[in-house]
């Protein structure tokens, strides 16, 4: 049986039975029809019940969710990233462990209307005119983004995930990850107001570890962020400032770099 296949032909079926019911279908009768038309259907005798859930789930995350298949990998949070390498080609991360997931987009359309859809939450265009995009989900999970013009093997996606509670000093010393002394002495230093620098390869750890780190300033301190993208979750209670860069539009107006946000934070505040 051909999958791709199978699921474009039955979602084509559903999606005619949504039109005809109208705007005030629900979400369970629309779970309904893709599990009749499944159940009903000669072709798909020889699969067994959990393919059969498979299928009915994909055609209704297709047809009903934003993120359409990716959508139950988002709601784990034991996921913390997500990468889809063209329509068939999807990997998490999970406990650390990477894997290649048994789901699969129907057609690179389909993949590049999610991709539009997250750009639409944060006001940001892709297309082939502007195919990359940085940005960021309501939750803060971060999201890059490659549209099929510049990626070879089809539409690029890649989302991190973060945590709901962040990390704290005394869970890294419990794994192992640092010691009560060094923890310790980073104390001290960020008490003190010295520079510290952050740095390493790409999920090494070093926005977590930032996070932590942050928790240690003092609350009658100010706080500015300015970041590329927001990533930081620094308690929202304290007097904070959160800044971000923006990236020019379509028309090539709108850029916000790094240093126009320093020279603001310069002038108008004391630092």
């Known amino acids: 049986m051909d999958w791709k296949h199978t699921v474009a032909r ?18 369970r009768q629309v779970a309904e029809m893709a599990e009749e038309q499944v159940l009903k259907d000669p072709e798909l005798d020889e699969l067994n019940f959990r393919m059969k859930v498979r299928l009915v789930n994909q055609i209704f995350h297709t047809l009903r969710r934003d993120m359409g298949i990716l959508e139950p990998l988002l709601q784990d949070d034991e996921i913390s990233e997500i990468m889809v390498n063209g329509t068939d080609s999807i990997y998490i991360e999970k406990k650390g462990k990477t894997e290649k997931m048994e789901i699969a987009f129907v057609a690179t359309e389909e993949l590049q209307e999610v991709i539009r859809r997250i750009g639409a939450r944060v006001y940001r265009e892709i297309n082939e005119r502007t195919p990359i995009l940085d940005a960021r989900l309501p939750d803060g999970s971060r999201v890059n983004a490659v549209y099929s013009n510049v990626a070879l093997d ?45 740095s390493g390869g790409t999920s090494s750890g070093k926005t977590t570890f930032l996070n932590i780190l942050s928790q240690y300033i003092p609350k009658d301190q100010r706080i500015i962020v300015i970041e590329d993208s927001a990533e930081l979750q620094l308690e929202r209670s304290r007097n904070l400032i959160r800044l971000e860069c923006r990236n020019a539009n379509g028309q090539g107006k709108g850029q916000i770099e790094m240093n126009q946000l320093i020279r603001t934070e310069l002038k108008n505040y004391k630092l």
């Open 10 to 27: 039955i979602t084509k079926d559903v999606r005619r039975e949504i039109q005809l019911a109208g705007d005030e279908i629900t979400d």
């Open 154 to 198: 089809g539409p690029v996606l890649t989302i991190r995930k973060f945590p709901e509670k962040p990390l704290t000093m005394d869970h890294l010393i419990s794994t192992g990850t640092i010691t009560r002394e060094a923890a310790g002495f980073l104390q001290k230093m960020v008490l003190a107001g010295y520079n510290i620098f952050i």
